[in-house]
């Protein structure tokens, strides 16, 4: 029996749908997907609230003539900037003669953990676990089965903003698509792409897009902390287009085709003129302007991690992913440099929708058929998902 989803992922530049399907040989395939794109947003408003509508609906329609299946319901995920992480440290004792934990501890832990939350902003959108310790054990992320007397954990909850749910419901809505729950994007794509390893050793993933930069630190299954900067790809656009005199477009177009930290066969840059003819650019031209926003997003996402006062280990690996810089030949590098550590690029998960661009729309697809899509009676369908994308 098949089953499928449609999945929203609202972008800072765009609205990507993508309808996915899985079916009883245990195989999930993308079907369909739909690119609409729009003014994002800004401050945790939509930069042209009245367009936004008319993005879904092109989006959605795009997906459906894919896919051919009519779409009347789907799942969204709440983006970073309408996100908020909170986490905290429950312990219990355990019980018995011969102590030793058990799955009913377990929720008890997680049901302790809510208590310790207090006051939060949003809904709750998702919860996991960093990691367990039994007594004065290592962190572990099995503790079922081991033998001591006090189980301690690091719960994360990641909340969103409820006049994004409303706003967005209601949107939806007055096309005729019914929203069946919201996931968080950040939480789907760190999961999906950060191996279980690295996570262990915490990571941090740095998703530059359009107009935003999300910093997260992931440890275990959760997400530790998260940051967003108000600033990513257009913003080096747009001071290309402001310091050579040129359109968007063609700023855009010279953003996307410079090499950091390599000369050799880009001495200059060729761009049609709006007069006609082409107009040319010397490579320090272009690097005079460019760079410096550069390095000042990666120094702000250098802050972040420092910020976030997560401590992180020699073996720590930074993840860099989304359209804004990581697509750049060079860019992993300059960021390195920058970080002076590790910066390693998301592992190519499908064909289809290899770039950096797709990575949080592929993320947020896993974590709702993780988590929607049941494994009784489906042979275990979200291990099975995984394995279509290498884990």
């Known amino acids: 029996m098949k089953q499928s989803i449609a999945a929203v992922d609202f972008g800072t530049n765009k609205i990507l749908t993508v309808v996915a399907e899985i079916n009883g040989r245990q195989r999930c395939d993308i079907t369909g997907t739909g690119i609409a794109m729009y003014d994002g947003y800004m401050d945790g408003n939509w930069i042209s609230p009245d367009l936004l509508v008319e ?31 909170y986490t905290v440290e429950p312990k219990i004792e355990l019980q018995g003669a011969d102590p030793k934990v058990t799955l009913k501890d377990i929720d ?49 909850f990641i909340t969103a903003e409820n006049p994004f749910l409303s706003d967005v419901t209601e949107r939806f809505r007055s096309i005729g698509i019914e929203v069946n729950g919201f996931f968080s994007t950040p939480a789907g794509q760190a999961m999906l792409y950060i191996k279980g390893e690295d996570r262990d050793r915490k990571a941090v993933l740095v998703d530059m897009g359009y107009l935003i930069t999300e910093v997260m630190t992931v440890e275990g299954d959760a997400i530790t902390s998260m940051t967003t900067i108000p600033l990513g790809g257009g913003n080096i656009a747009a001071d290309l287009a ?5 359109p968007l477009e063609t700023a855009e177009e010279i953003k996307r085709n410079y090499v950091f930290g390599i000369t050799a066969g880009q001495e200059e840059f060729v761009t049609n003129s709006t007069a006609g003819g082409n107009t040319t650019f010397k490579r320090a031209q272009v690097e005079a302007v460019l760079e410096p926003r550069a390095e000042e997003i990666c120094e702000k996402i250098k802050k972040a991690i420092e910020d976030s006062g997560v401590k992180l280990g020699n073996w720590s690996v930074v993840y ?34 290899s ?20 494994d009784e009676g489906t042979g275990g369908i979200s291990g099975f998902f995984r394995s279509l994308f290498g884990n």
């Open 55 to 85: 993005a879904i609906r092109k989006s959605i329609s795009e997906a459906e003539e894919q896919s051919h299946t009519r779409i009347s319901e789907v799942y969204v995920g709440v983006p970073a900037a309408f996100s908020r992480v």
């Open 108 to 156: 008890t832990v997680f049901q302790k953990a809510y208590e310790l939350l207090g006051d939060f902003q949003g809904s709750i959108i998702h919860r996991s676990p960093a990691w367990f310790v039994v007594d004065d054990g290592k962190k572990t992320m099995e503790p079922t089965g081991l033998r001591g007397y006090e189980l301690k954990a690091m719960v994360s």
């Open 242 to 246: 402001y310091g050579l005199n040129v």
């Open 320 to 353: 860099f992913t989304g359209g804004g810089m990581a697509i750049n030949r060079g860019g992993r590098e300059y960021l390195a440099a920058k970080l002076n550590r590790t910066v390693r690029e998301l592992p190519r998960k499908t064909v289809k929708m």
């Open 355 to 374: 770039s950096p661009a797709y990575s949080s729309a592929l993320g947020l697809v896993d974590l709702v058929f993780s988590t929607v899509v049941s």
